[in-house]
């Protein structure tokens, strides 16, 4: 089992919808939680950075942690068609070793 | 804003080869990073350096090393090149501080086949 696991997709989604990410892990240490987006042929861009269980919000981006649960989310709102990327989570405990999920991509279409 | 430069966007090399790819950060970051990523296999860390001429094996460094002579550049090394070397390579940087320290801010990559 991975320690990180995140579905791939592809997840299609209209323009103006809201599109709903999630990572599950395994690893009751990991304490820290991001959200890296990554357009094709670049790569990943920090979105979200987060240490604790609850919602963190910015702009159209809300990243939300359940702890008990080990499962992590994030959401677009308004989402547009700039969007379209591959949505990355990375979760680490205290040290430098980030653990990624295998990315989910995203299309939303005008 | 973080710039990590990575100094090829695309290259092609023979079996056998040996294969040098540059990174360069411009914000003074003491850990730097090299990691490969697969379809599938989402990305895997080859090594970490802590800081200059210190380095740590990550997840899959067989076939790789690493050089970290100055602060700003970190060189990751494909010994003798192999197809399945075949991948997107990224390298990321980041300053460790308050703690937990800050989050790892990647370069574009180099897309790297061997041939």
């Known amino acids: 089992q991975k320690e990180v696991e995140q579905d791939p997709g592809p997840l299609s989604v209209p323009e103006g919808a809201i599109v709903s990410l999630n990572c599950t892990y395994s690893n009751s240490a990991f304490q820290y939680f991001m959200w890296y987006r990554q357009y094709s042929r670049k790569g990943p861009e920090l979105l979200m950075y987060?240490?604790?269980?609850g919602n963190k919000e910015d702009g159209r981006f809300t990243a939300q942690v359940d702890k008990s649960s080990k499962y992590i989310s994030l959401f677009i709102r308004d989402s547009q068609p700039s969007d379209s990327a591959t949505y990355l989570c990375?979760?680490?405990?205290?040290?430098?070793?980030?653990?990624f999920g295998g990315g989910t991509r995203v299309l939303v279409k005008p | 804003d973080v710039k990590v430069t990575q100094s090829s966007r695309y290259l092609v090399k023979r079996t056998g080869e040996k294969v040098f790819l540059e990174c360069v950060q411009d914000m003074d970051h003491e850990n730097m990073f090299w990691y490969r990523q697969d379809p599938g296999l989402g990305l895997r860390l080859i090594y970490f350096?802590?800081?200059?001429?210190?380095?740590e094996k990550g997840d899959i460094p067989e076939g790789y090393s690493v050089s970290r002579e100055k602060k700003e550049r970190f060189s990751l090394i494909l010994e003798s090149a192999s197809t399945n070397q075949t991948s997107m390579y990224l390298c990321?940087?980041?300053?460790?501080?308050?703690?937990?320290?800050?989050?790892?801010?990647f370069g574009d990559g180099t897309r790297l086949s061997i041939l």
């Open positions: 990321a940087s980041r300053q460790p501080l308050g703690g937990a320290g800050q989050p790892q801010h």
């Open positions: 350096s802590y800081d200059v001429k210190m380095k």
């Open positions: 987060t240490y604790s269980s």
């Open positions: 990375a979760i680490k405990a205290a040290g430098n070793k980030l653990t």
